[in-house]
């Protein structure tokens, strides 16, 4: 099993950027979705999550900016990113709960992680 990121860039202030990570391999059912971000001298923190049944959750300081999707057939997790701001710039990682084919319980996986860079 393995994550697949893409999307990442160098934008402007006040611009948008769309992170989508792929998921692949012996996958028998995922769980909850999500982006982690760390940025330069940070932890590394929570950016949004989103459940198998499209319940979401996000960060205060990126409520109302970004939102995360996900489609089910495809395996796959989004994340649109609006508004940016330096504050932003980070190495974001994609996140999955994932049952593996003939496995019972779900194991967390990480996708290589993309860099988000947001500079005038």
């Known amino acids: 099993v393995q994550l697949q990121a893409s999307g990442g860039g160098l934008v402007q202030p006040g611009g948008s950027l769309r992170l989508s990570c792929a998921a692949s391999g012996s996958i028998f059912s995922i769980n909850d979705m999500g982006w982690y971000r760390q940025g330069p001298g940070k932890q590394r923190e929570l950016v949004a999550r989103?459940?198998?049944?499209?319940?979401?959750s996000y960060a205060d300081s990126v409520k109302g900016r970004f939102t995360i999707s996900r489609d089910n057939a495809k395996n796959t997790v989004s994340l649109q990113m609006n508004n940016l701001k330096p504050e932003d710039t980070a190495v974001y990682y994609c996140t999955a709960d994932i049952v593996r084919t003939g496995w019972v319980r779900a194991y967390n996986y990480y996708g290589q992680g993309t860099q988000v860079t947001v500079s005038s």
């Open positions: 989103i459940t198998s049944s499209g319940n979401t």
